[in-house]
T-cell receptor, first 114, second 113 residues
Framework: DVKVTQSSRYLVKRTGEKVFLECVQD?????MFWYRQDPGLGLRLIYF???????EKGDIPEGYSVSREKKERFSLILESASTNQTSMYLC?????????????FGEGSRLTVL | KNQVEQSPQSLIILEGKNCTLQ??????????LRWYKQDTGRGPVSLTI?????NTKSNGRYTATLDADTKQSSLHITASQLSDSASYIC????????????FGGGTRVLVKP
């Protein structure tokens, strides 16, 4: 089974702090994604990556950046956290070459910014 | 604009009863549709995938249907169990550049004993 591990299940940060959310997958999947999930808004794509050192903006990239130095690791960075970034963050991976292939999600990281 | 609408937003059912969740989409050209189950505090997990040529597919007590002409899908839960309490998310993939996924807002199901 594919395993996607997110480094922190729960985080509490203060406004202006830098926040790192890490995601590691163990199945050699090329594609990795970061979503945020908010009540009433569903999942929204922040950034994705098709390969090492490659990144593409999703629908809501403002206030976020990402890093993919190794194939198995995809990090989401909040340079200066704000209260409107309080949310559930979900990392996912997927093998390439298939349209609409299954996404494998991590358990999520619930971030609260005070 | 590609959209996926799910209904109802939430529902409560008694254990052992059946229920049906709806998903309407405007994604075009259509590639496939997946239903995911998300337990509280966990990541979503795929239940089933529907392609253009498929009308019905079952996964245990879950049965998904697809009408590609009307762009509607449903997820039927038979003989519900307490463990079916979760959010169910409809995700549609289109044959567009980047194979972008469009997510529905989800239906939250609560099964009561």
């Amino acid at each position: 089974d594919v395993k996607v591990t997110q480094s922190s299940r729960y985080l509490v940060k203060r406004t202006g702090e830098k926040v790192f959310l890490e995601c590691v997958q163990d199945m050699d999947h090329e594609n990795m994604f970061w979503y945020r999930q908010d009540p009433g808004l569903g999942l929204r794509l922040i950034y994705f990556s098709y390969d090492v050192k490659m990144k593409e903006k999703g629908d809501i990239p403002e206030g976020y950046s990402v890093s993919r130095e190794k194939k198995e690791r995809f990090s989401l960075i909040l340079e200066s956290a704000s209260t409107n970034q309080t949310s559930m963050y979900l990392c996912a991976c997927r093998t390439s070459g298939t349209v609409g292939g299954e996404l494998f999600f991590g358990e999520g990281s619930r971030l609260t910014v005070l | 604009k590609n959209q996926v609408e799910q209904s109802p937003q939430s529902l409560i059912i008694l254990e052992g009863k059946n229920c049906t969740l709806q998903c309407n989409y405007t994604v075009s050209p259509f590639s496939n549709l997946r239903w995911y189950k998300q337990d509280t505090g966990r990541g979503p997990v795929s239940l089933t995938i529907m392609t253009f040529s498929e009308n019905t597919k079952s996964n245990g007590r879950y049965t998904a249907t697809l009408d590609a002409d009307t762009k509607q899908s449903s997820l039927h839960i038979t003989a519900s169990q307490l463990s079916d309490s979760a959010s169910y998310i409809c995700v549609v993939s289109g044959w567009a550049a980047g194979n972008k996924l469009t997510f529905g807002g989800g239906t939250r199901v609560l099964v009561k004993p």
